[in-house]
């Protein structure tokens, strides 16, 4: 399915590897500067919560509303309770209304929405969705989620995101699919090139849209939205809102139904806190002497450059330690692989630049060290947002200097 990058490539960094892009970025359309995060707000202890403290939920899942075959599928993927974002959206969504649901990383915001559309296109299967996404890694994986739950119903997706080989999704876009799920950038292309109709479409879902307009993308999500029906139904799902994500929100929501789950900036059961270090040989002696120790089972790394982060992944390889790493300047093949290896356990570490920081949904990552302080605080609760999940305990280890 996948293929090297359309991009041209614009200059070579270390050992021939093509690179792409402006220098000194994270490989996002955005651009980094210096840590302005004081020190201090990467320090928190993790806090385990009693039973009286955690959201209380009103449904189980086999209460909802929903396809006999759906149900089934939910069961057969485990899930008995839904998590707070999914008991209060998903009768919100179910009825047909707008909604806003805002939630901390990691708690099951895609499920929230993937079963009501799914149960939306058993009813009619003229039905059409569009899933807008900041980042491959993230479309690949609401995919992954999309055809566990739709097992059997004969409901078909399409991957439209970069790095891939576009001759083939324009295959898979005329074969009308019921479900698109894309990044900004390719999906825009595919506008443009009128393989791609929006005004089809009557369910549109953008997450993760905080990231989207941190990388670069307001633009092209203004011009895709002006695109869509009249009548449509609208989801918007993310960790952060700001005043400029509002005004989106806005200009095409009508009367949402804004719902709320988050209690903290970063998740209480994550044990936070900083390693000081005097200049980069520091840095690696004090990350290698870690990474031998027995509880730093499943560890993701983050770095602030592509070529850092690539740099970082050999040397710790040169050092016996199994790792790989993921960003920008990498195909998706290679990108998806290194992931896999990891969910799988076949790598104690992924070396990622902030690619990775966006919903991505590891288990059981025991460690998010940052090896480059991130550039915004935000960008820090969406890293360390990989550990922790689904109320079990993680740490987040900064390093500064």
Do not use: C
Not at 123 to 141: G, Y
Not at 292 to 306: D, S
Request: aromatic content about 8%; proline content about 3%; hydrophobic content about 40%.
């Amino acid at each position: 399915m996948y293929h090297r990058s359309f991009s041209k490539p614009k200059f070579r960094g270390f050992s021939g590897q093509r690179f792409y892009g402006k220098r000194n970025n994270s490989g996002n359309r955005g651009n980094y500067g210096t840590a302005k995060v004081h020190p201090s707000k990467y320090i928190n202890k993790a806090v385990v919560k009693s039973e009286t403290e955690v959201q209380t939920v009103s449904h189980r899942f086999e209460d909802f509303p929903v396809d006999a075959r759906l149900k089934q599928n939910i069961i057969s993927k485990g899930y008995i309770t839904p998590t707070p974002i999914q008991d209060r959206t998903i009768p919100l969504i179910l009825q047909g209304k707008d909604v806003v649901g805002i939630a901390n990383t990691g708690t099951g915001k895609t499920a929230a929405f993937l079963i009501p559309i799914i149960n939306k296109i058993l009813q009619n299967r003229a039905e059409k969705s569009l899933i807008i996404i900041p980042t491959r890694e993230l479309a690949v994986q609401i995919d992954e989620e999309f055809r566990q739950l739709s097992r059997f119903m004969n409901i078909y997706s399409v991957l439209i995101i970069g790095g891939a080989s576009s001759s083939k999704q324009i295959w898979d876009l005329k074969r009308r699919p019921n479900i698109v799920i894309g990044t900004p950038g390719r999906l825009k292309d595919m506008i443009t090139r009128r393989f791609l109709d929006l005004s089809q479409y009557q369910t549109i879902v953008l997450d993760e849209v905080d990231r989207m307009l941190d990388i670069g993308f307001v633009h092209e999500i203004k011009y895709m939205i002006s695109l869509l029906p009249a009548i449509k139904q609208s989801l918007f799902f993310s960790a952060t809102l700001s005043s400029e994500i509002t005004g989106i929100i806005n200009s095409f929501m009508k009367t949402p139904v804004t719902v709320s789950v988050k209690t903290h900036e970063t998740a209480e059961n994550v044990d936070q806190d900083i390693i000081k270090v005097n200049g980069k040989e520091e840095k690696i002696l004090k990350l290698s002497e870690l990474l031998k120790q027995e509880e730093f089972k499943k560890v993701l790394i983050f770095g602030r450059t592509k070529w850092g982060v690539e740099r970082l992944a050999v040397k710790l390889q040169s050092i016996g330690i199994t790792a790989a790493s993921i960003h920008g300047n990498k195909s998706q093949n290679q990108r998806i692989r290194a992931l896999n290896q990891f969910k799988q356990n076949h790598l104690q570490v992924l070396v990622a630049t902030d690619v990775a920081a966006r919903g991505l949904d590891i288990e059981n990552v025991s460690h998010v060290i940052n090896f480059d302080e991130p550039a915004t605080y935000t960008d820090y609760i969406h890293r360390i947002g990989r550990t922790g999940r689904a109320n079990k305990q993680g740490k987040a280890l900064t390093f500064v200097g």
